[in-house]
Structures are given as C-alpha cells and as structure tokens.
Nanobody, 118 residues
Framework: QVQLVESGGGLVQAGGSLRLSCAASGRTFSTYAMAWFRQAPGQEREFVSGINWSGANTIYADSVKGRFTIYRDNAKKTVYLQMGSLKPEDTAVYYC???????????WGQGTQVTVSS
C-alpha cells in the first residue's frame, strides 16, 4: 500500500480556482491509476475524476467536466486536480485514492477541505 497526502484546499469565492495536490509515498505510484473523490456534509462520497498510470487517459464526473482538470507527475509521485469556475456545490472534502480494480480503490488520504462561498 502507498500513503497519500492531499493538500491545496481552502476557502475560495464562486468562480475562483484552486489546485489540489496528492503526494504519494512508495515506489509503485507510476504503475497505478489514481482518482479524486469528494464528500460533502451529509452526502455520500462521489467520484470526481480519474487518470490512468501514464496520464494519457482521464475521466470526469459530469458535474465537473470542463471545469476541472486532472493530471499527474510520476517523477514527483503527485497527482493534481486543477479546479476552475468553482461553485458553492463543489464544497466538500476532497480525497485522492489509488485504483486497484475496476471499481476498487485503496490508500485513501486524509482529505483536504474545499469551501466555495457564494
């Protein structure tokens, strides 16, 4: 298993931008697909975006498509989530995770809070 540490969250006004980072430990980072999820208060955790091992393939939830961009730097063992045109409904704790199966993820980080004010 790897350890993941998210950072970059904060308070931002609607329409603003943030970049989240997820730093991984271990030597196998570049062999795994990664993903970002989020969980708002009182709601279930939801998938936000995913990226394959090389960064060539990405996928987004419809709610963030066109506003968020996921990318990775395998040399730095870090995956990023660039968030733009933020909306109050993007407010949540954002988590990164390692994909280990078709719908299976592990090595969840501690999360980083994103709050978007209207």
């Amino acid at each position: 298993q790897v350890q993941l540490v998210e950072s970059g969250g904060g308070l931002v006004q609607a329409g603003g931008s943030l970049r989240l980072s997820c730093a991984a430990s271990g030597r196998t980072f570049s062999t795994y697909a990664m993903a970002w999820f989020r969980q708002a208060p009182g709601q279930e955790r939801e998938f936000v975006s995913g990226i394959n091992w090389s960064g060539a393939n990405t996928i987004y939830a419809d709610s963030v498509k066109g506003r968020f961009t996921i990318y990775r730097d395998n040399a730095k063992k870090t995956v990023y989530l660039q968030m733009g045109s933020l909306k109050p409904e993007d407010t949540a704790v954002y988590y990164c995770a390692r994909k280990v199966g078709p719908y299976e993820y592990d090595s969840w980080g501690q999360g980083t809070q994103v709050t978007v004010s209207s």
